[in-house]
C-alpha cells in the first residue's frame, strides 16, 4: 500500500475518530446532566439525543459543500465544529447552551460522515480501497473505545466530571484541524468540477505510482460524458433509483440492529442486568476494545473476501446474539456477566460486518458524478434513525421491557441477511466508474 495515500487516509480518517468520540463520549456524562439540570424523561432523551439530530442536519446538508467548496475545505470546517462544540460543551453554564454546542458537533459528526469516505474513496487504488476507506470506520470505533476509557478514568474524579469527559475532545480536534492542511484535494473533483486536470494528475500519481495515470483520467472524464449524454435527470429519479435503494436499505438494517442504542446506553443497559455503576462503565470499556479489535481483523479481510461476504458473517452472528439477549431478559436470566458478554460478540460480529462496510458500500456504488449526494442521502439515513432510536430507546426499553427491545433488533437483522443474499451486489476490486455505471444499468 502506498505510503502517501495511507497517511492522507489516516489524516482525513481523524474525522472518524472525533465522530465515534463524540458519539460515545455522552455515554458517561449523560446521568450526571440529568441531575445537574433536573432533566425529566423527555428532556433526558432529546438531550442525549440533540448531537444526533445536528448529525441529521450535517448528514443531509453535508454533499453541498463537498460539491462546492471541495472535499478539503469542507474537512477543515468539520475540524473547526468539532473543536467548538468541544470546548462550549464543557463550558455551558445552562442546558439550552450545552443542547447548541452538541448540536453543533452533531453537523461536524454528519458532513464528516459525508465528505471523509468521500475524499477516502477518491483518492485510494481500487485493490486497497476497501481497507483504506474502512480506516475511517476503525477511527470511529477507536474513538469510541477512548471516549469509553477517558469516562472510566474521569468518572469519580468531582462534581465536574462530566465536563472533563466532554472537553477532552478539543485535544484530537485540533489534530484533524492542522493535519487536513496538508493533504491534496480529491483528484476527481479536481477533474470533474474544476477541470484542473494536471493537479488531478499529480494526486494521482501519487497515490498509485503503479497506475496508468492518463488512462485513469481518461475514465474519470469518460464516466462524466456518459452521464451528460443522458437526459438530464434529478438525483431522486429513476435513473439512480437502485444505488439510492441499496444505500438506504444497508443504512436503515444499519440502525436497526440497535448499535447505537448500545453505543449510547451501555453503562445503562448493563445496569439492567445487575451490575453495578463501576462495572457497568468498565463493561461498556469492554465494548469499546471489542469493537476496535473486530474492526481491525475486519480491515484485513474486506478487501480478500469482499463486502457480501462479512455481511452474510454479520448477519447471522447479530441474530444468534440478539436472540440471546432478548431470552436472557425475558427469562431475567442474568447469570455472571451473561449480556454482557453477549452484548461483546454481537459487538464484534457488527464491526466486522456493517460497522466495516457500511461507509466503503455507499460511498462506492454510486456514479461519480452524482457520489457526494448518494453519500448524504445514505448518511443522512443512517442518521436520521440513529437519532429516532437514541431518543425513544430510554422510553422503549422502559415500557417494553428489554426482552421485546432486543427481539424487534432481532427481526430486523433477519431481514437484512435477506437483503443482503438478494440485493447486495459485490464491489471488491472494481474501479469506482465500473461500479456506477454497472449498479445504475443494471
Known sequence: MNKKVFLWSIVVALGGFLFGFDTAVISGAERAIQEVWGLNVFEHGLTVSIALFGTVIGALLGGIPSDKLGRKKTLFWIAVFYFVSAVGSALATGWYAFLFFRFLGGLGVGASSVTAPLYI??????????????????NIVFGILIAFLSNYLIGGTGENDWRWMLGTEALPAIGFLIGV???????RWLILKKDRVQEAKETLQAANPEADVEQTVREIIASAHVDERQPAEAFFSKRYSRPITLAVLFAFFNQLSGINAIIYYAPRIFEMTGLGTSSALLSSVGVGVVNFLFTLLALNFIDRFGRRTLMFIGSVGLIVTLGLV?????????????????????????AFSQGAVIWVFISEIFPNKVRAYGQATGSFTHWILAALVAFVFPYIAETLGGGLTFLIFCVMMILQLLFVWRMMPETKETSLEEIGQEVVHT
Open 326 to 350: 432478548s431470552y436472557a431478559f425475558f427469562s431475567q436470566n442474568f447469570t455472571g456477566y451473561s449480556v454482557p458478554i453477549y452484548l461483546f460478540v454481537y459487538i464484534a460480529f457488527f
Open 181 to 187: 492542511l496538508f493533504v491534496p484535494e480529491s483528484p
Open 121 to 138: 474513496t477518491e483518492i485510494s487504488p481500487a485493490k486497497s480501497r476497501g481497507r483504506l476507506v474502512a480506516l475511517f470506520q476503525f
